[in-house]
T-cell receptor, first 115, second 115 residues
């Protein structure tokens, strides 16, 4: 069965500092991995995805994520955090072959960036 | 492109009433997914539909919940005889096809409150 774990309920970081939001996954076969962001009372917005190729994926708003197959991780990173990055972040996984259907989401990590 | 449209955005029902949530996918998208987000929790997959077909309903409660995506018109998530535990945000997402690399585009959600 597919699963995603986001071990931190909340991450606090000062504006201008680098941030990391952790994600580990479990899936048989090759994974397709995604990060989404949710602002209060809004739907989810796509940030980036890993399908194949370069392990470092660049996405929207200066975010990037590194796929690490040996550690089954897909941590979200940003070199310099902004207050406006404060939101709820979700990692998601999908089985990477065939008719794959649904995305499985982690529990979410609240990112708080303080001025 | 209007994106994924969900209505109503907010719905209040008394216990025992019925709730109907509607989702119009993005233009050109023929795959619809419904997710539920309980307070302080992540997104839980409920059902995946294509036009006139339910592909995966493994996340749907066995009773009171049903979903459809007719040939014409929006997808409908129907909850009969609502209970307080059904209070949640219900998100719809759509994609153009079901290959694993496709990004799901989410609507803004429908927030159901059961009194």
């Amino acid at each position: 069965a597919q699963s995603v774990a986001q071990p931190e309920d909340q991450v606090n970081v000062a504006e201008g500092n680098p941030l990391t939001v952790k994600c580990t996954y479990s899936v048989s076969g090759n994974p397709y991995l995604f990060w989404y962001v949710q602002y209060p009372n809004r739907g989810l917005q796509f940030l980036l995805k890993y399908i194949t190729g370069d392990n470092l994926v660049k996405g929207s708003y200066g975010f990037e994520a590194e796929f690490n197959k040996s550690q089954t991780s897909f941590h979200l990173k940003k070199p310099s955090a902004l207050v406006s990055d404060s939101a709820l972040y979700f990692c998601a996984v999908r089985h990477g072959s065939g008719n794959t259907g649904k995305l499985i989401f982690g529990q979410g990590t609240t990112l708080q960036v303080k001025p | 492109n209007a994106g994924v449209m969900q209505n109503p955005r907010h719905l209040v029902r008394r216990r025992g009433q019925e709730a109907r949530l509607r989702c119009s996918p993005m233009k050109g998208h023929s795959h619809v997914y419904w997710y539920r987000q309980l307070p302080e929790e992540g997104l839980k997959f409920m059902v995946y539909l294509q036009k006139e077909n339910i592909i995966d309903e493994s996340g749907m409660p066995k009773e009171r919940f049903s979903a459809e995506f007719p040939k014409e018109g929006p997808s409908i998530l129907r909850i009969q005889q609502v209970v307080r535990g059904d209070s949640a945000a219900y998100f719809c997402a759509s994609s153009p096809q079901s290959t694993g690399a496709n990004v799901l585009t989410f609507g803004a959600g429908s927030r159901l409150t059961v009194l």
